[in-house]
């Protein structure tokens, strides 16, 4: 069946702006900021939805980023079954994020464990036994600026944001914190899929009443353990670049840095991290040729920061459990477990 590519509209882009503000805003509220009836903005995003051009999903909430690990990990694989080893990889519910970046014979991986110990044996054991793996750099963060889920597009105005607007979350305090339970994974995977989806529905998947979804999924959002973002095929939208800066920032002034940093539009991810090179940065850019731009702003803002290494994203394979098509487009969901136990996955390859 031929391909059938096609660019989103100023429409789309705008619904997906609003739904980056308010993911699980309803119907009738995002009618209402857009101009158009809720029947409109429904038929619109379910097309979005049906064609994998957008998502909703969950993300880990500021809490969270307290307790879990993760890190950047550079693999490198042997010639010419990179294609392999991102299939493989694409299968781990620890594997968040994969991009081919950097040649045809490395991946950038962003990995979630549920604690350190489990991020060692993730990166010492299971990823070395996989096949075709020929080296593997991995960077723990040790704190993040800002995460994906933060960035916006620019398709509203200023009047419609405020309208959508929500007051920040605050993260729980040590001792408001509780352990993630099974009921709690199993309707991460479940939001996954769909981060829309109504609590009747979840309530029906799970085996549970409608109260006890409800409950749960308020009481894990207001503690700051689980947060909601909208994203979608970058590329059909306008943003086809993705780049990786590593970095080296004086200690003392790294902080102020990142803080800095996650304030340009075009930031996606800012993270500190182990290593040298103590500073990550992702951006999100219209073309190549604003890399260098980028570049040049950033060091105007900061000169006291080195950037040591950039790479360019050739193509995006995985998004937050989303494996994607050639076009940023979602073609099948690996739900997120970073708790779950690191073993390797034998014969197993996502859907492509």
């Known amino acids: ?107 950038l991986a962003t990995v979630g464990t549920g604690g350190f110990e489990q991020m060692s044996r993730y990166t010492l054991d299971v990823l070395p036994a996989l096949p075709h793996i020929t080296a593997i750099r991995t960077r723990i963060v040790t704190h993040w600026f800002t995460e994906g889920g933060s960035w916006r597009i620019d398709a509203l105005a200023p009047g419609q944001r405020d309208q959508l607007r929500t007051p920040p979350a605050h993260p729980a305090t040590e001792s408001g914190r509780r352990p993630i339970t099974a009921l709690d994974r199993a309707l991460i995977a479940q939001l996954s899929h769909d981060g829309r989806a109504a609590h009747s529905v979840l309530a029906a998947a799970l085996d549970t009443s409608v109260s006890t979804v409800k409950r749960r999924l308020d009481e894990m959002t207001r503690l700051g353990m689980l947060s909601f973002r909208c994203d979608f095929a970058r590329p059909l939208g306008g943003w086809p670049v993705a780049v990786t800066y590593c970095a080296t920032a004086p200690t003392a002034a790294l ?36 890399v260098a731009r980028f570049e040049n702003r950033i060091a105007t803002l900061h000169p006291e920061l080195t950037i040591t290494d950039r790479a360019i994203t050739l193509r995006h394979e995985k998004l937050l459990g989303r494996v994607l098509d050639h076009h940023g487009r979602s073609r099948a969901v690996v739900p997120p477990d970073i708790w779950q136990e690191t073993v390797p996955v034998r014969n197993s390859v996502a859907p492509r």
Do not use: K
Request: hydrophobic letters at 45%; one cysteine or more.
């Open 1 to 107: 069946m031929q391909d059938d590519v096609r660019l989103l509209s100023e429409d789309d882009l705008a619904l997906i702006h609003a739904l980056q503000l308010r993911p699980r805003a309803s119907w009738t509220d995002l009618g209402q900021v857009l101009g158009v009836d809720p029947v409109t903005v429904a038929r619109r995003w379910q097309r979005l939805r049906e064609r994998g051009e957008a998502w909703v999903s969950v993300s880990p909430g500021p809490a969270v980023y307290e307790i879990v690990c993760a890190a950047y990990v550079d693999i490198d694989c042997a010639a010419g079954e990179t294609a392999t080893v991102v299939r493989a990889l694409a299968a781990h519910p620890h594997m968040l994020t994969l991009e081919r970046a950097g040649g045809s014979n490395r991946i």
């Open 255 to 290: 902080p102020e840095i990142g803080h800095s940093l996650i304030r340009l539009p075009q930031t996606r991810n800012c993270a500190a991290v182990s290593g040298s090179h103590n500073l990550v940065l992702q951006a999100g850019l219209h073309s190549v040729a604003e």
